[in-house]
């Protein structure tokens, strides 16, 4: 795993247990072109602290003057441990 990574995800971890999270963590992002993003985001693990699963899902984002219009969310994976992701 290389540092960046490490770090982002350290900092994920600290943002869950402030309790300050939002719904979905950014995990990669991809531009294609000039006017289309691609957002790889995993929702906050669920569960019980022996056995948490997260989603993994896709965002598509038109750009329109530097701001993301017309998301579309895809569901990538379902019910998946956190450390198999990455």
């Given at each position: 795993?290389n540092?960046?990574r490490?770090?982002f995800?350290v900092g994920?971890?600290?943002?869950l247990a402030?309790?300050?999270?939002?719904?979905?963590?950014?995990?990669g992002?991809t531009?294609?072109?000039e006017?289309?993003?691609?957002?790889?985001m995993?929702?906050?693990?669920?569960?019980?602290?022996d056995d948490?699963?997260?989603h993994?899902?896709?965002?598509?984002?038109t750009?329109?003057?530097?701001?993301e219009?017309?998301?579309?969310?895809?569901?990538?994976l379902?019910?998946v441990?956190?450390g198999?992701?990455?």
């Amino acid at each position: 795993m290389n540092k960046a990574r490490f770090f982002f995800l350290v900092g994920a971890l600290a943002l869950l247990a402030s309790g300050c999270a939002s719904k979905h963590i950014l995990v990669g992002q991809t531009f294609i072109g000039e006017d289309r993003s691609i957002k790889m985001m995993m929702t906050a693990p669920m569960g019980s602290d022996d056995d948490r699963m997260v989603h993994q899902l896709m965002r598509i984002c038109t750009l329109n003057d530097g701001s993301e219009t017309n998301c579309k969310d895809t569901v990538v994976l379902e019910n998946v441990r956190p450390g198999s992701l990455y």
